[in-house]
């Protein structure tokens, strides 16, 4: 089971943007779908974004299409959020997973806190 580590979270004006990283240990990263979700104050955690193990296909909530994309890079195993066009709605800790099979791993990383001032 690969080890996750989120990065890039900060405060931003509304209308900025985020460059989120999360780093995985292990040798097997590239065989991880890989994911993006985010737990808003009081909100159930959300799902945002995933990756295919290679990259071709990125799948992603319609609310959010055109101002998140997700990437990753098997070569260095990390996954990338680029969030464009932030509002206050988007504030909320951002947590990278990654699933082999049909369900994500239980296991959660500290997240990265994302602050959007209006």
């Known amino acids: 089971q690969v080890q996750l580590v989120e990065s890039g979270g900060g405060l931003v004006q509304a209308g900025g943007s985020l460059r989120l990283s999360c780093a995985a240990s292990g040798r097997t990263f590239s065989s991880y779908i890989m994911g993006w979700f985010r737990q808003a104050p009081g909100k159930e955690r959300e799902f945002v974004a995933a990756i295919s193990w290679g990259g071709g296909s990125t799948y992603s909530t319609d609310s959010l299409k055109g101002r998140f994309t997700i990437s990753r890079d098997n070569a260095k195993n990390t996954v990338a959020l680029q969030m464009n066009s932030l509002n206050p709605e988007d504030t909320a800790v951002y947590y990278c997973?990654?699933?082999?099979?049909?369900?994500?791993?239980?296991?959660w990383g500290q997240g990265t806190q994302v602050t959007v001032l209006s």
């Open positions: 997973n990654g699933k082999r099979g049909a369900l994500w791993s239980e296991t």
